[in-house]
């Protein structure tokens, strides 16, 4: 049964202790009320929590962020190396400094709104982002496992990330930058005209080239996580078929002689080639000395791929396929102005459609 007492403290007031059996039977005492009645109102509350379900063990509303962050961070298994990579810079640089220490039941919402306004003034959106998704995920876990009833993170103002524009290269600007980027002109034009990802494509193996048919096998893609290459299955988790263009054969067919079916397409076929210096590499001086062309990232190919691709007519679907996104929304969410001219002739169809069923 829960009872109320009262008792004095050192210096001699007098205070209230409720004491209360939680749902596992075991008692447990709250000291310090200064009235009678809110020690009674307290234990009303542990009355209707217990009943509710909703009791929670004020040693479980006490463990701190950080101690939640070390099985949080560990259970993302699910994650490539180079998503996990940068959830623990956040963790480390953005999230620990300010919440390590508090305790889930703590955290206000309040609070986390001014670190995240705080942290929006000097930070891009993408950052942030990630930070407070973080902070929400282990918060998320506190409340399955009972600690806190919600989640006092979710529901804050968060800034938009801002929809960059692509740059897309012509045929003849993919030409001028490959001829400058001097032997690895066939990995500019390979990258322009199929959209593999860079770990994609210096993954690349001899026996995932199918020349007959001109087709690419993405298979694997190695990524460089703090300076080493670590090889896994591509972003989709899916291997997919990617066609190259009948000028490519040849070039890529003498890359591939005199080396095993394990090899390494791109590079001396046993290393994974290396990242370009960003200061002083082969790509920045290929973009110094091609006129015209704008200054873009190895991964902007990819881009110019698809504008490429729609241009010489195909459909959103094949683009999708080509660049192993998870859905077709998702390549025209990514690439909707490359399928502006699409409307248009929409537009010009149902005109001509109407002319031919309706006589004047």
Known sequence: ????????????????????????????????????????EFLATVTVSKLRGEFIRPEDSRVT???????????????????LRPLEIAWRLH???TWEDVAVSEVRHSEVQRWVNKLD??????????????????????????????????????????????????????ETLAGNAGEHGTLVRFLSYTGLRWGEAVGLRVMDLDMLRRRVKVQQNAVMVNGTYIVGTPKSHEARSVPFPEFLSEALAKMCEGKP?????????????????????????ALEASVGVPNLTRHDLRHTAASLAVSSG???????????????????????????????????????????????
């Not at 919600?150 to 800034?159: E, H, I, S």
């Open 1 to 40: 049964m829960a009872s109320v007492e009262d008792y004095r403290t050192a210096s001699g007031a007098k205070r209230y202790r409720a004491r209360y059996r939680d749902p596992d039977r075991k008692q447990r005492d709250k000291w310090g009320f200064t009235t009678k009645r809110a020690a009674e």
């Open 65 to 83: 962020i950080g101690e939640l962050a070390v099985p949080w961070m560990a259970s993302q298994v699910h994650l490539k190396p180079s998503s």
């Open 95 to 97: 999230v620990a400094p």
């Open 121 to 174: 003034g000097t930070r891009g959106a993408t950052t942030v982002l990630r930070a407070y998704g973080v902070l929400a995920s282990i918060l998320d876990v506190a409340v399955k496992d009972r600690r806190v009833l919600a989640n006092t993170a979710r529901g804050v103002n968060l800034p938009r990330k801002k929809r960059k524009e692509h740059p897309y290269l012509s045929h003849a600007q993919v």
């Open 261 to 285: 079916r394990t090899a390494t397409v791109f590079g001396d076929g046993r290393a994974f080639l290396p990242f370009p210096d960003n200061r002083t590499g082969w790509w920045v001086r």
């Open 314 to 360: 195909a459909n959103v679907k094949a683009v999708q396929r080509m660049l192993g996104h998870a859905s077709a929304a998702m390549t025209l969410d990514v690439y909707a102005d490359l399928f502006d001219d699409d409307l248009d002739g929409v537009a010009t169809a149902l005109n001509q459609a109407r002319a031919l069923a309706i006589v004047v």
